[in-house]
């Protein structure tokens, strides 16, 4: 590794965004065409701009920064 490069962790990740890293991994091979219902199954609802089963953190922050109570774990 060059002088001032760097390699972005898992750990990282989840101290910068608060997503927790332990537990089993979501490895999925999901068709395009079904990544919307495959969020709203496991999510509740999908982004609009969900393209290639990418979902921008920032949409996750914005419709998850508050759960309610009723929230499953």
Known sequence: MSFGEVTITLEDVATLTGLA???????????????????????GQ???????GVIRITWLRE???ELP????P
């Not at 890293?21 to 999510?43: F, H, K, N, Q, T």
């Not at 999908?46 to 290639?52: E, F, N, R, S």
């Not at 109570?69 to 499953?72: D, F, G, M, V």
């Open 21 to 43: 890293i332990d537990g089993d991994a979501v490895v999925v091979d999901i068709p395009d065409e079904d990544w919307s219902a495959m969020c709203i199954r496991l999510l």
């Open 46 to 52: 999908a982004p609009t701009d969900l393209g290639g």
């Open 63 to 65: 419709t998850f920064d």
């Open 69 to 72: 109570l009723s929230a499953s």
